[in-house]
């Protein structure tokens, strides 16, 4: 308590010294040019009634018996005229007559009809009939304080009567010097001070013609159209205090006191035609009880000022600590309050991002909802199709039959493989044929070359190898033996008389010639030549499914020619030829052959019964191997056991294949009866070669080119012969096999894919008996499964439609929810700002406590060594001065009065 009392008392005492009043003035403006004269009196008046209405010194006149208010009119250097003095008369009791003492003149009562008289001792008695008593009076007092004003244009000092209607930097000085002294006794001291009048002056000036409005020590306010000025002095307040100089620099180091104290102030503008209305100052000398010190007389008061002076100090100290820590603590409020702030407006953010996604939910349980509902009403119908499916599976016996059919398509799969088993000799067959294509296209290039009709190549070379028995196979080797031949070729014209004796002989090889011819015509006739089986043989077997066949032996007998023709003219060549005849000299190709090349084609029918050069019989090959039987396992009594199927597929392979082995039989056949032929002709050409030697040994001179012409003539009826055979015998193999070799190809081809197909399609289907059996499964887990299914869509679907009722209530929550954070947000945003103003203000107060300690307390304690008993002396003198100046005009010793002083000032202004 000692603390507030003495921190109230103390704040107080600084507001006294520093004599700054708080005002709050208006006025009112009229803009009729026509009324002029009374704007300048309602000016006045406006101007009057606002400091009057918010000075501090009319709050004195509410307890005070005698109301005395001093009006002065002065000069605008402020010389005072006139003194007019205006008493009030308070009538509390209603007493018919009232005494008041006064030491005005010319007094007039100024509201009603009373009147007085005069006691010639200084007193009036009034007849009051009650009422309060207004009258007024005139004085040549002096006034306790004189005003003095002065004006400076640009910087120098001008006269009022100059100034108007001038512009520049104008500063107006009001100086006001206290001639009311009073010597008063505290705690038994005499102490002289100044009667503490506070003098407050105040004018309007015209926006128009004034701008930067400034005041040293007062307050200028914007109104409207004209600015209203006050500025505040107390003359004699700082003398009063008498403060030691040195004491004073240490309580005024930066001069504001010495401002606030000072007994001027000035008001400093730009203007434009300078114009002043008059200006009204107010006074009151009893400053200390208008702000509340008139309590300060109680000498306890005083006192416990003077002891707590020391706590005073010590708790500024605190109290600036605690401000400082107050401080910290909005700091970390406002920081708090922002992190709020910011989590509120996440908050939001959620809570909305929470309000679209709960919609969102409830959209898409309404949707799951009617999914599920669907999905059971599904479910149910697909349960009711997988029990049909069951049935009729089950119906169907499916399982069995696809059994059924994977062995059916096994068995067919190992038919496939026994019948292409034994068309694999067919292709070895067409294989050899291919080999014999290629020989004769050899040997034809080989003839070419001999004939001059080809170029050499590594078919002709390889032909050359073939029908000189590997003897010639370079081009260099068959060059000299070509050009030997050509080279003898001219001899032998010179032979032609003598080969003219060999006429008779070629009659004989003629007569061969001719029983050839005959050989080849029978052969060319020949049109049957069949196999005779016994099919009713065949099917002498009971059992339908096996049947017992016998391999008939198809193994033809020789034809060895029946009518031989001897050589009626044997003419023994001079150079026989080991290896076969010479050729008869015409182009007609009826050269003579070694019966050793024909040997090349004894392969084309097997068992024939010839005998090659070296006597050997050839090894039999009998018709039933030709015929692919040979392939299929027999029995040990030489019978073969097939199925049905087999034996439909062998049949009909048999009568194919009998009647192109009639064939090969009747070419073997001819071939023997054109070999015995050949091996005739032989015999006569062998006879005809001796009846040559004799005339090769009748021209020695063509004996060396008859050499090559013989080798030459070799090679070339070699190659002729060796090409007929060959072209006649691929003729015969061409027709056999049909269509031919491709033909026999593809159909291998297309048996080896029937035969994978036929693989393939028993593997499938045993995986899919397999599969079936495993769908069959499948089918019966998948009713159990779909029985469950469509429980638990029904189930879910129940479920779904509950959680969808909520969807309303689910979204209003939520809407709620975000309204309601949205209303947080803008609540703590609030907060926040009000947290930074409360920031901002703690840290004004900071500041503010911060120079009142340095600045005020600390100086006060300091400059007064921590005791105020003097200082407090000198207050409280001031005090009782105040108090004690109650009237100008007098008044009754008794009686509580106030007086206050109103100065107006002429008005400047251009004439």
Known sequence: MIKKNLMKTFSVIMAAMLAMMTVACGANTTTSESAQAVEETQEEQNL???????????????????????????????????????????????????????????????????????????????????????????????????????????????????????????????????????????????????????????????????????ISNGKVISDGGNYIVMGVAVPGLKESLNIDEDKWEELDSDGELENKLSNYFEVTADTSNFELGMTITMASSDILSDFGLSDLSDS????????????????????????????????????????????????????????????????????????????????????????????????????????????????????????????????????????????????????????????????????????????VTDKATADTIIQGASDTSNGVTTLTG???????????????????????????????????????????????????????????????????????????????????????????????????????????????????????????????????????QTNSDGTVTLTQKEYDDLLKQVNDNAEKAGKYDYLHTALGQLNTSVSTMSTSVSTLSTSVTTMKNSSANLTAGMTAVQKYNQLLGAAQAAELVLTQALGSASALAGSGSSSNGDSMAALKMLSDGAKQVADGNAQLA?????????????????????SGATELSNGTSTLASNNAEL?????KLNDGAGELNNGVSELNDGAIKLDDGVKELLDGMTKLDEEGIKKLYEAFDGDLSEFSDKMQAIQIAGENYTTFGGANADEDSSVKFIIKTDSIKSL
């Open 498 to 632: 003598g080969i003219s004796q060999l006429d008779g002989g070629m009659t004989q090889l003629n007569q061969g010639m001719t029983t050839l011819t005959d050989t080849v015509k029978t052969l060319a006739n020949y049109e049957e030549n069949t196999l005779d089986y016994d099919y009713d043989e065949l099917n002498e077997d009971d059992d339908p499914d096996k049947v017992t066949t016998p391999v008939p032996d198809t193994t033809p007998t020789p034809n060895p020619d029946p009518n031989p023709t001897p050589d009626p003219n044997p003419n023994p060549d001079p150079n026989p030829n080991p290896d076969g005849g010479n050729g008869d000299g015409d182009d007609d190709n009826n050269n003579g052959g070694n019966p050793d090349d024909l040997d090349l084609f004894n392969s084309l029918r097997p068992g024939n019964g010839n005998t090659d050069a070296a006597g050997d019989d050839d090894e039999e090959v009998s018709t039933a191997d030709l015929l692919g039987t040979s392939l299929i």
């Open 300 to 471: 306890s008061k005083i006192d416990d000022l003077k002891d707590d002076m020391g706590e005073l100090n010590d708790g500024s100290t605190q109290l600036v600590d605690g401000t400082q820590t107050l401080k910290n603590g909005t700091s970390d409020l406002k920081d708090g309050v922002s992190q709020l702030y910011d989590g509120t407006k996440e908050l939001k953010d959620g809570t909305q991002s929470l309000y679209e996604g709960v919609v969102k939910y409830t959209d898409g349980v309404s949707q799951v909802n009617e999914g599920a509902s669907k999905l059971a009403q599904g479910a149910a119908t697909a349960k009711d199709g997988s029990g049909q499916l069951v049935n009729g599976m089950k119906d169907a016996d499916i399982v069995g039959n696809a059994q059924k059919l994977a062995d059916g398509a096994k068995q067919v799969s190992d038919g496939v493989n026994v019948l292409s088993a034994k068309l694999t000799g067919m292709s070895d067959m067409m294989t050899k044929l291919e080999e014999y294509q290629t020989m004769l296209g050899q040997i034809q290039a080989a003839e070419s070359y001999l004939t001059g009709s080809g170029s050499w190549s590594a078919d002709t070379a390889t032909g050359f190898g073939i029908i000189s028995k590997g003897q």
């Open 770 to 790: 397999s599969g079936v059996s495993t769908i069959y499964n499948g089918a019966v887990a998948l009713d159990e499964g779909l029985g469950q299914l469509s």
């Open 811 to 815: 979204v209003d929550g939520t809407k």
């Open 48 to 214: 009057e009634n606002s400091m009057m209405a918010s000075s501090v010194v009319a709050s004195s006149e509410g307890e005070a018996g005698k109301v005395e208010t001093v009006y002065v009119k002065a000069d605008a250097n402020g010389a005072v005229n006139d003194v007019v003095v205006s008493e009030w008369l308070k009538n509390s009791d209603a007493s018919t007559e009232l005494t008041d003492t006064t030491d005005l003149k010319d007094i007039v009562n100024v509201k009603g009809s009373e009147t007085f008289t005069d006691n010639g001792d200084g007193t009036l008695t009034w007849n009051a009939s009650g009422a309060d008593i207004y009258y007024q009076g005139t004085t040549d007092k002096e006034l306790p304080v004189k005003m003095k004003i002065t004006y400076t244009l640009n910087g120098k000092e001008i006269t009022p009567e100059e100034l108007a209607g001038k512009s520049g930097r104008v500063t107006i000085r009001f100086e006001y010097e206290n001639t009311e002294k009073q010597t008063v006794e505290v705690d038994g001291k005499q102490i002289e001070v100044y009667t503490p009048f506070a003098m407050v002056s105040g004018m309007m000036l015209d926006s128009d013609k004034f701008t930067n409005v400034e």
